[in-house]
């Protein structure tokens, strides 16, 4: 499991990341979202040893990254997928990380086939990659010491929807036998579609964790009827709260059960009734990141750098 405690990360009089505290359990595909600058990135580079924090800690598997013995055959990282020698090919980035971490160069064919990179693709420099394949190779690079955890920063950005999908599998039965994966991404479809947990991210604050379950169900209920405004009236009268939704559905906050009981006290027919999942992430992450969104940030960082260049005037 990944355990981070009260990771804090301060450049001058700007703090990236305060007190960011949660768990990645094993067996599931924790999605860790935030809008651009929001210090997801920031912790993941803390979180194996290549930023120092401010201060806070990160377990994984028990001991911090540093203390691995060997952390390739433990966790698997993906950070950045243009970070790679441009001058080399895929198998001899691939060959020098198997021969550090002591594996055969067999797994380095191995890896190549899992990851769908062709004997063409694999021979060539690595300039001469489109995103796409960068992300394969690192991908490829994170899976190649069979570790138990894995730690992926935009995995999905330059694939295709068919590499998405291939990418999203990968994951899926990675978790599946048993693996820990933390998961940051842009595309929340492809987090609501995978991910068991989110954690999200504001402003270098944890604004919201749980179980996606969980965070989906606070979103309330679908419901809809042939006599939606009847509808509305009898779920008000029994004591809901109730919102109009798209396409004359109604958005309650309760759950099914209790929904359906007040429509069939009413004697109204539903002719839908289910949790208010769909889009519903996009939703939620733009409510709970409101007031942390990029230009907001922007503006604060403007609002420091102007003060420091004062400062240097003076």
Not at 109 to 136: F, H, I, K, P, W
Not at 179 to 186: C, D, N
Not at 249 to 272: F, M, N, S, Y
Request: no cysteine; proline share 4%; charged share 25%.
């Amino acid at each position: 499991m990944i355990s981070v405690d009260s990771l804090t990360k301060k450049y001058g009089s700007m703090t990236a990341v305060h007190d960011v505290s949660f768990t990645a359990a094993p067996g599931r595909v924790t999605g860790f979202l935030g809008p651009n600058g929001a210090g997801k990135s920031t912790t993941m580079r803390m979180m194996v040893g290549l930023t120092d924090p401010t201060s806070g800690t990160t377990h994984i598997l028990g001991r911090r990254f540093a203390e691995l013995p060997n952390p390739g055959r433990e966790v698997g990282v993906l950070l950045d997928a243009s970070a790679q020698h441009a001058g080399r090919s895929g198998r001899e980035i691939l060959a020098i990380a198997a021969h550090s971490m002591g594996l055969p160069r067999g797994r380095v064919e191995a890896m190549l086939d899992r990851v769908s990179l062709t004997e063409d693709e694999a021979g060539r420099r690595v300039r001469n990659y489109s995103l796409g394949m960068r992300q394969r190779l690192g991908i490829a690079a994170a899976l190649l010491g069979d570790p138990e955890v894995l730690v992926l920063d935009e995995p999905a950005n330059g694939l295709d929807p068919a590499g998405i999908r291939w990418m999203r599998d990968l994951l899926r039965d990675f978790a599946d036998q048993g693996g820990t994966v933390l998961l940051s991404s842009h595309l929340l479809h492809e987090i609501e579609v995978i991910a068991d947990d989110i954690v999200v991210i504001g402003n270098g604050r944890i604004v919201a964790q749980g179980t996606k379950d969980d965070l989906l169900a606070a979103g309330g209920s679908l419901v809809r009827a042939e006599d939606v405004p009847a509808l509305s009236r009898a779920l008000t009268a029994a004591g809901l709260t109730v919102h109009p939704d798209h396409e004359g559905a109604l958005r309650v906050e309760a759950d099914l059960a209790t929904i359906g009981r007040a429509a069939l006290d009413a004697r109204i027919a539903l002719t839908e009734l289910r949790a208010a999942d769909g889009a519903r992430l996009e939703e939620m992450f733009l409510e709970l990141t409101a007031a942390t969104q990029r230009d907001q940030l922007g503006d604060q960082l403007g609002d420091q750098l102007g003060d420091s260049l004062e400062g240097t005037a003076a």
